[in-house]
Every structure is written in C-alpha cells, then in structure tokens.
C-alpha cells in the first residue's frame, strides 16, 4: 500500500531542496524523520514535517504500521516562481526570480 503527502510553494530554490530530498531518498520513514530534524538546512524543517504528515496519515487513513513504512519516492519540483525588479544604476532595471519548490513523498509499506 502506498501513501503519498505532498507540500506546495514552500518559498526556497529547488536545488537547495533536493539537497535534504537526496539526503532521506530510500531509508526508512522513522529514520529519515530522525535525519531531517538535525540537518543544518532551511528545508529540512519542511521536510521533516512532511514526513512525520505521511506517517500519520499512514497511521489514521490507512491503518498501516509507521515503523514498517519506506520511503519509495521523494522528489522536490519546481513551483511557479515569484518575479520582481529591482533598480539598477542609469535607469536600468534588474529581474530578481524568487523561486518555490513543491515536495512530494510516497512511501510504501514494507516487511522487515
């Protein structure tokens, strides 16, 4: 059985994001909880969260055991972007793109 969790427009670049995703790729959904809440990164807040949302969701909507749960599939997309100007020197102007990221988890569970 799987079990998905999805988070949008979380307001960091998805490069930063696949940082912490590569980071739980794989490994057990209550190790990866363990992982995300001690790494350094903005986003590991975020995925942390996102993780401990697929395990209860697992628990209530399901009746699956989280401690048997894997994470199948993890990925960070891009999400539409946020774009302003900023003015530059002799009347010019500046584009600045304030990207977003979407996060999406699919775990399955597996026997030990």
């Known amino acids: 059985m ?4 999805k988070v ?3 307001r960091v670049s998805p490069r930063k994001a696949r ?15 363990a992982i995300a809440k001690f790494l350094p990164n903005r986003t590991a807040e975020d995925v942390h969260k ?3 949302s697929v395990a209860a969701n697992a ?10 749960l894997w994470i199948k599939e993890i990925y ?8 302003r100007f900023k003015a530059k020197a002799r ?22």
Do not use: C, M, W
């Open 91 to 112: 009347g010019r102007v500046g584009r600045i793109t304030r990207r977003n990221t979407h996060i999406t988890v699919v775990a399955e569970d597996r026997e030990a």
């Open 76 to 83: 960070a997309d891009d999400a539409p972007s946020y774009r």
């Open 59 to 68: 628990e209530n909507n399901y009746d699956l055991d989280p401690d048997t």
């Open 2 to 5: 799987q079990v998905r969790a």
């Open 50 to 52: 996102l993780l401990v």
């Open 19 to 33: 940082l912490v995703v590569d980071a739980v790729r794989g490994r057990r959904v209550k190790d990866a909880i």
């Open 8 to 10: 949008t427009n979380i």
